[in-house]
């Protein structure tokens, strides 16, 4: 699929629909989100710079909106981060991407975890 330019810093691709994600556990994932996951596979090695990669994957509610942090470390001291916002259509920003809810951004996170075999260090946040 051709890319579509939302703007300067954001790149979309047509969407075919939300990944379908069982609760068998199967999963197939779009082809809109598997191309989003080779752009913000480039984004994130970018700025990770070797060494295992490290995660903390947390939601958090702002202004009656849902989202979800993935903020990636690595041995090197790189980091990178991605923020889901969900309840939107789809928006393939490579950092900042809008998912139909939060089960399409818990999806997209784990790809993106998944694909840099990295090891998340915390779920959520523990302080009150």
């Given at each position: 699929?051709?890319?579509?330019?939302?703007?300067?810093?954001?790149?979309?691709?047509?969407?075919?629909?939300?990944?379908?994600?069982?609760?068998?556990g199967n999963?197939?994932?779009?082809?809109?989100?598997?191309?989003?996951?080779?752009?913000?596979?480039?984004?994130?090695?970018k700025n990770?710079?070797?060494?295992?990669?490290t995660g903390?994957?947390?939601?958090?509610?702002?202004?009656?909106?849902?989202?979800?942090?993935?903020?990636?470390?690595?041995?090197?001291?790189?980091?990178?981060?991605?923020?889901?916002?969900?309840?939107?259509?789809?928006?393939?920003?490579?950092?900042?991407?809008?998912?139909?809810?939060?089960?399409?951004?818990?999806?997209?996170?784990?790809?993106?975890?998944?694909?840099?075999?990295?090891?998340?260090?915390?779920?959520?946040?523990?302080?009150?």
């Amino acid at each position: 699929m051709a890319p579509i330019q939302l703007c300067e810093q954001a790149t979309a691709y047509q969407n075919d629909g939300k990944c379908e994600l069982t609760p068998m556990g199967n999963a197939v994932t779009s082809q809109s989100v598997s191309m989003w996951l080779e752009t913000a596979l480039i984004q994130a090695r970018k700025n990770l710079l070797g060494g295992n990669v490290t995660g903390t994957l947390w939601a958090y509610r702002r202004n009656d909106e849902e989202y979800l942090a993935l903020d990636l470390m690595d041995e090197l001291n790189g980091v990178h981060g991605i923020t889901f916002q969900a309840g939107h259509h789809h928006n393939f920003d490579p950092v900042q991407p809008s998912t139909p809810d939060m089960v399409e951004a818990i999806h997209m996170a784990g790809i993106v975890i998944s694909a840099l075999k990295a090891t998340v260090a915390n779920i959520g946040w523990l302080k009150d």
